[in-house]
T-cell receptor
Framework: SAVISQKPSRDICQRGTSLTIQCQVDSQVTMMFWYRQQPGQSLTLIATANQGSEATYESGFVIDKFPISRPNLTFSTLTVSNMSPEDSSIYLC????????????FGEGSRLTVL | GIQVEQSPPDLILQEGANSTLRCNFSDSVNNLQWFHQNPWGQLINLFYIPSGTKQNGRLSATTVATERYSLLYISSSQTTDSGVYFCAVTGNQGGKLIFGQGTELSVKP
């Protein structure tokens, strides 16, 4: 597996502001993903973070709202822009460590509350 | 796309009891994982099990790929087993990991 660290672990944000979440992995990984978990719900994939190119977004998620960076094979950021209370969720970073199985491992999550 | 259904949606147990959680999926899968989400939101890998049977301590899992279901067994449950258990799959064509809606387990002392 891999050690996946996310910052912040939790935050309380004001409506209309933006927040950037960081994901750091202790080894180089090929695939990194960002998931959202709204309160009481399951996990939904936001996008695949591609190293050196634009992220690939899932239906219902757009770059203007969730810009993603991936400058290298160990680090990625997700920004939640112009937040509203509906953005209150746990945001989770996930990685494929390259075992050729597709098995994913998750960071500890970032719990955001938007007032 | 592939559908994942988990049952039961919630479960309350007395400490020491055993339980079985089920995951049904609608198509062939390359990847099936079981996760435990603790009360702090952290998602912990339990099993990677696209087929066959695995055991890890008090937990075991079986996937019958031909019949499109997987079972997670928890024996001698403890209060620390409380949380939400998720099944997630990737179809044979690859693509994203799709999560079921989870089973919320509460183990009472």
């Amino acid at each position: 597996s891999a050690v996946i660290s996310q910052k912040p672990s939790r935050d309380i944000c004001q409506r209309g502001t933006s927040l950037t979440i960081q994901c750091q992995v202790d080894s180089q990984v090929t695939m990194m993903f960002w998931y959202r978990q709204q309160p009481g719900q399951s996990l939904t994939l936001i996008a695949t973070a591609n190293q050196g190119s634009e992220a690939t977004y899932e239906s219902g998620f757009v770059i203007d709202k969730f810009p993603i960076s991936r400058p290298n094979l160990t680090f990625s950021t997700l920004t939640v822009s112009n937040m509203s209370p509906e953005d209150s969720s746990i945001y989770l970073c996930s990685v494929d460590v390259g075992l050729n199985t597709g098995e994913l491992f998750f960071g500890e999550g970032s719990r955001l509350t938007v007032l | 796309g592939i559908q994942v259904e988990q049952s039961p949606p919630d479960l309350i147990l007395q400490e020491g009891a055993n339980s079985t959680l089920r995951c049904n999926f609608s198509d062939s899968v390359n990847n099936l994982q079981w996760f435990h989400q603790n009360p702090w939101g952290q998602l912990i890998n339990l099993f990677y099990i696209p087929s066959g049977t695995k055991q890890n301590g008090r937990l075991s899992a079986t996937t019958v790929a031909t019949e499109r279901y997987s079972l997670l067994y928890i024996s001698s449950s403890q209060t620390t087993d409380s949380g939400v258990y998720f099944c997630a799959v990737t179809g044979n064509q690859g693509g994203k990991l799709i999560f079921g809606q989870g089973t919320e387990l509460s183990v009472k002392p």
